[in-house]
């Protein structure tokens, strides 16, 4: 944005313009710094947001894999209910012989 030297400028008038373009230069630097923080706080928000809405899903995921590990957990308990009440003393004899073998692997020799 050279301007060219006219004939019948006073030194003044030079200083004059050179002090204007600063200002228009300064306002310009000052428009851009604020394009730049726009943009920077949009990128970060972006950011924010997409974290915030993996950890929900993480959450979520989670949730429903305690949910069917409860499930299981409950179905497992029936159906050893269910085979304590039907062979009473199979039952007795496996808790019997679970019993002894952790004893002896746990006892002091």
């Known amino acids: ?3 060219e030297k006219s004939v019948g400028t006073s030194p003044q008038d ?6 204007k373009q600063i200002v228009t230069l300064r306002e310009d630097i000052a428009a851009i710094s604020k394009t730049l923080s ?3 706080g949009s990128a970060r928000d972006a950011v924010v947001d997409g974290a ?3 950890v929900s899903e993480l959450r979520h995921a989670g949730e429903q894999q305690l ?6 957990a409950e179905e497992m308990g029936q159906q050893v209910a269910g085979a304590v009440r ?12 679970l019993g ?3 004893g ?3 006892g002091r020799k």
Do not use: W
């Not at 949910?67 to 299981?72: K, V």
């Open 38 to 40: 726009g943009l920077g």
């Open 14 to 19: 030079e200083v004059d313009q050179l002090s």
């Open 67 to 72: 949910h069917a590990a409860q499930h299981r």
């Open 100 to 102: 002894f073998l952790l």
């Open 52 to 54: 915030h809405h993996k």
């Open 1 to 3: 944005m050279a301007q």
């Open 86 to 97: 039907s062979q009473p003393a199979a039952a007795v004899g496996l808790a019997v012989g």
């Open 104 to 106: 002896f692997i746990t």
